[in-house]
């Protein structure tokens, strides 16, 4: 039994479809480690008896053409999901119970998944670190009092403790592939408008982008394939023709033209990262690519825009929570008493940071010195990518500029902690696919990850490009299961 | 007419004031479901009966266009001779209240719909044009009932999300009379495109008034006031005539006007500031990025244009043109769309030989006496177009009097009966036999012999009582002008 938590999600669905596991026999294996990992803090809500109960139907008869049948999966507690609170890591919406399931996880229990529960994360996504969690900080598999990154922290955390074969996460700025890379997994940041964002509790709307994170790239693929689909419910989902990428995966990356940026050699980055840089690059050559050096001009500006754009969308998403229909409520003289103490009560210190720096981007007077022009200079910042992309097929860069950090570590220091987001950020921007990929350690044992970002809807291609490097990489994560008693 | 006896001045010691007004009218689209969701917009239903995930912001609920809403807007646009816009753009307005369930009401800031046009008002003393700025579409918000309970404020939502046309006139109009024409104009185009049911009572319509004076003759305009949210044409007229006279009296006494929001106390008839320009909402205005911005093509707003029916301009044109009526009389039947369609359908049912202005001396009589004695419009009509015009034809045919048709028209009225047969019936119907009225005439020529003669020798007033002596005999029904001719010819 303790075999079936280290098998990938392709493995356990082969297993089950040959019915040499039962979707009882996984379930019941990741409930118990996830039971033996609360130190990790990896949930907010669990759901096993439900869990447990859905396999056992589903085992009774088992539909085993899905593509996910009786598999076991938590989620980022950012997706509602129907009769299981839903949180979004606030104190805010710590009773809140949608009626609604979203359209990614929908898709997910339509082809065969079944609920294990819900992944702690950073307060709204707003973090790097799962540190803003109001259900507290979550450890990284890797070493304790490590963060596991974020805002996807618990998600991350989850798969690579092995408490869930693969998840979802939601990235406004790197939040799917930091928190991959700082725990050696597989994270996709897929194209702006190929996974609805129906039913995701919105950081900021224009960015915000679900995916999946697994432990490998076809893991990845598969997942991809599931939750990517066109959805009228929501005004940006994009109707283009999505592939089958799990079965349209393929290691032959032969003559694909990869870009190295020069932008994003910045300044004090550690030298393990730049090694890393060039070891992927030979990883790509050793594939039969060809490596172009490409310059991306207004990379540098990515992050302050980033900064403008996001918490402004962020400021006015936000308003809804105000104690007058749902979620948390403080009692109050009037009603903007009432709003002042529940919004004061209710978000963290992050959360309110960013309310105010985006009420104060949009304020009369300041919006065209700030909103506007961050709007003008996200567009130079696409721009620079439309340029790249006529030259080569997809852009190989570090997905951060350090390891995982020690939890308390950038606490009190946010601009640091933005500074994490640095090689991110330019993708959510141009509304660009991006994968994280596990290519090695850094002298402290932790892994590192390298991004490779695609052309708009060309998912396929870099899960090709990052399905050949991970063979050449043959990356092992050193589990320990120190956390295990 | 001269022009200078229907300005409406304010007239202080040896000064004349002017009074400028604009007005944003804000109209409900007429459509099933709300601008964003698929919520019904039906009024008057049980308060949160009709309220989606979307309408009561719920977290991860996305808007979506409703794309009927956007034709609604766009013909609205035409009708107002408007420049429609192929490419706008949904921003937020961002504040908080109760009744605000998302923190922001989605509106269209920089880039609305539709953009400039105009409207033409037929005033006493000629026709005026008033220019429109644009039309905009936007959220409403719900509604926050305070008067339920002494401690807490109720939140109905059926109305949030519901979709409306924000209409902005230019500061063209000079008077309370030009707000009451151009109120009903916009109310008319909307009803005959059916855009908006103009329904003030159920706050389909309401305004606000943004007001200021000038002396007369100055080209500048004043500082402006704005009265919120006026939901009748009366209150509107009451509360532009009241702000007029106070924004008049502070200038005499020397002082300045403030630019402020002011609200209307309908009990009162007085205005009151709410906020001055310096507690003015920062509404931090963006593109929502949950819409992408709206293209429409210009194929789409042909295809509206095909679909525009006869708008009250060109149906009184024509009114004039076709039936030879007074403009007069084709206003009134044009402004409301419902009496045009009545007149249309009397018209066409009154076949070849038909009278046109008889029967607009009838619908404009005594159809809409009925109507107002039952408060009823003229889409309740208890007597149908089609008996009308047999009415009509009835009078012009010479079956029936005048005045014996307005006996019959009582009759139709309960149960829209067919005059044809109230006639037979009652035996209504007109003598017109001349050899029966001679008869008849001789007889009362012989019982009034002393009035005969006093009429030969010359009291012509007596005329008049021989008329009515046989018309008395004849219970009415006799052919009034055959009675005429017969009484010349024996007296």
């Known amino acids: 039994m303790s075999d079936i938590t280290k098998q990938s999600l392709t493995e356990l669905v082969e297993n089950i479809q040959n019915k040499k596991l039962s979707s009882t026999d996984v379930t019941k294996a990741f409930i118990q480690r996830s039971e033996k990992s609360s130190e990790l803090n990896a949930y907010i809500t669990d759901d096993f008896t439900s869990a447990l109960d859905k396999a056992k139907k589903f085992d009774q008869n088992p539909n085993l053409d899905l593509k996910l049948p009786g598999i076991p999966m938590a989620v980022k507690d950012l997706f509602c999901t129907k009769n299981v609170k839903t949180t979004a890591g606030s104190k805010i919406l710590n009773n809140f119970v949608p009626t609604y399931e979203s359209t990614i996880t929908e898709n997910i229990w339509n082809e065969g998944a079944i609920l294990l529960g819900k992944l702690n994360c950073d307060e709204f996504a707003m973090g790097s670190s799962n540190e803003t969690s109001y259900f507290g900080n979550v450890q990284n598999p890797i070493d304790k009092n490590l963060v596991p990154g974020g805002s996807s922290g618990g998600s991350a955390s989850a798969v690579a403790g092995q408490l869930t074969p693969i998840t979802i996460g939601t990235d406004t700025g790197g939040s799917i592939r930091q928190p991959a890379s700082f725990t050696g997994i597989v994270g996709l940041k897929p194209t702006y408008g190929s996974c609805s964002r129906y039913g995701i509790v919105a950081f900021a709307s224009s960015l915000d982008q679900a995916g999946p994170m697994a432990q490998n790239v076809k893991d990845c693929a598969l997942l991809q394939e599931v939750i990517s689909t066109y959805d009228p419910k929501d005004s940006t989902s994009i109707n283009f023709k999505r592939n089958h990428y799990s079965k349209e995966l393929t290691k032959n990356i032969k003559g694909k033209k990869i870009g190295i940026p020069k932008e994003y050699r910045v300044d004090g980055m550690p030298k393990e990262i730049e090694d890393l840089w060039q070891k992927g690059i030979q990883y790509v050559k050793d594939c039969g690519a060809e490596t172009i050096d490409i310059s991306l001009p207004h990379t540098s500006y990515a992050l302050p825009t980033y900064y403008i754009v996001a918490p402004a969308e962020a400021s006015s998403n936000l308003a809804r929570y105000d104690g007058v229909k749902y979620g948390y409520r403080a009692k109050g003289e009037n009603l903007i008493d009432m709003y002042e103490k529940t919004r004061s009560e209710g978000f963290g210190a992050e959360v309110q940071r960013r309310i105010m720096i985006g009420t104060y981007v949009l304020s009369s007077g300041y919006y065209d010195a700030y909103y506007l022009k961050a709007q003008k200079v996200r567009k130079l910042i696409k721009n620079d990518f439309d340029e790249a992309y006529k030259k080569v097929d997809a852009i190989l860069t570090p997905s951060t500029p350090s390891s995982a950090f020690k939890i308390g570590e950038k606490t009190n220091d946010p601009v640091s902690m933005y500074l994490n987001d640095i090689f991110t950020v330019p993708v959510n921007l141009a509304g660009l696919p991006g994968i994280s990929i596990p290519a090695g350690h850094d002298t402290k044992g932790y892994p590192l990850g390298l991004q490779i970002i695609g052309k708009a809807f060309d998912e396929q291609n870099i899960l090709n490009i990052a399905f050949a490097m991970e063979e050449k990489i043959n990356f092992k994560n050193k589990i320990t299961d120190w956390w295990i008693k | ?491």
């Open chain 2, 1 to 491: 007419m001269n022009q200078k006896n229907t300005e409406y001045l304010i007239n202080r010691k040896d000064n004349q004031y002017e009074v400028v007004i604009g007005l944003e009218v804000h109209a409900q689209v007429l459509s099933e479901s709300k601008l964003f969701s698929s919520s019904s917009t039906k009024f008057g239903a049980e308060p949160n009966t009709q309220v989606s995930l979307v309408d009561a912001a719920f977290p991860g609920m996305l808007p979506v266009i409703n794309e009927f809403c956007i034709k609604q807007a766009i013909k609205t646009g035409i009708g107002l001779n408007a420049k429609i816009n192929k490419r706008s753009v949904f921003d937020r307005k961002n504040y908080f209240y109760a009744d605000l369930p998302q923190g922001y009401q989605i509106s269209q800031f920089k880039n609305p719909i539709v953009g400039e046009g105009k409207v033409i008002l037929d005033m006493p003393n000629g026709q005026k044009e008033v220019g429109i700025e644009r039309l905009h579409l936007e959220q409403d918000a719900g509604k926050s009932i305070h008067d339920l309970d002494p401690q807490n404020t109720f939140v109905d939502l059926n109305r949030s999300g519901v979709a409306l046309m924000e209409i902005v006139s230019k500061p063209d109009l000079r008077s309370p009379d030009e707000v009451n024409a151009y109120i009903k104009k916009l109310r008319s185009i909307m009803r005959y495109l059916g855009t908006c049911d103009g329904n003030m009572q159920e706050g389909s319509l309401r305004a606000d008034v943004n007001v200021s004076v000038r002396p007369k003759g100055s080209k500048e305009f004043g500082t402006r006031c704005e009265i919120k949210n006026v939901n009748s044409i009366k209150f509107m007229q009451m509360a532009i005539e009241y702000e007029a006279n106070r924004q008049v009296d502070l200038i005499e006494e020397g002082k300045t006007i403030d630019q402020e929001t002011r609200l209307f106390d309908t009990k009162k008839n007085e205005t009151r500031s709410m906020r001055s320009k310096e507690d003015a909402h920062d509404y931090r205005y963006f593109p929502d990025p949950d819409l992408l911005p709206l293209e429409v093509s210009e194929k789409f707003i042909e295809e509206l244009k095909n679909d525009i029916p006869e708008l009250p301009d060109d149906k009184k044109k024509r009114f004039i043109e076709e039936f030879k009526l007074s403009p007069y009389e084709a206003n009134i039947l044009v402004s409301d769309i419902d009496t045009a369609k009545y007149f249309e359908e009397v018209v066409a049912k009154m076949g070849k030989n038909k009278d046109i202005k008889l029967a607009v001396n009838w619908i404009t009589g005594e159809l809409f006496a009925v109507l107002n004695s039952k408060a009823l419009e003229i889409s309740q009509s208890p007597v149908s177009a089609k008996n009308f015009a047999i009415l009509i034809n009835l009078i012009k045919n010479g079956t029936i009097s005048g005045k014996i048709a307005k006996t019959v028209f009582e009759l139709m009225i309960d149960g829209d009966k067919d005059p044809q047969k109230i006639v037979e019936e009652k035996g209504l119907k007109q003598q017109s036999d001349p050899k029966a009225l001679e008869t008849l005439i001789d007889k009362i020529i012989n019982e009034n012999r002393e009035k005969a003669i006093e009429y030969k020798q010359g009291k012509e007033k007596l005329f008049g009582f021989f008329v009515g002596q046989a018309m008395k005999a004849s219970g009415g029904k006799a052919n009034p002008q055959l009675i005429n001719e017969i009484l010349k010819k024996k007296l």
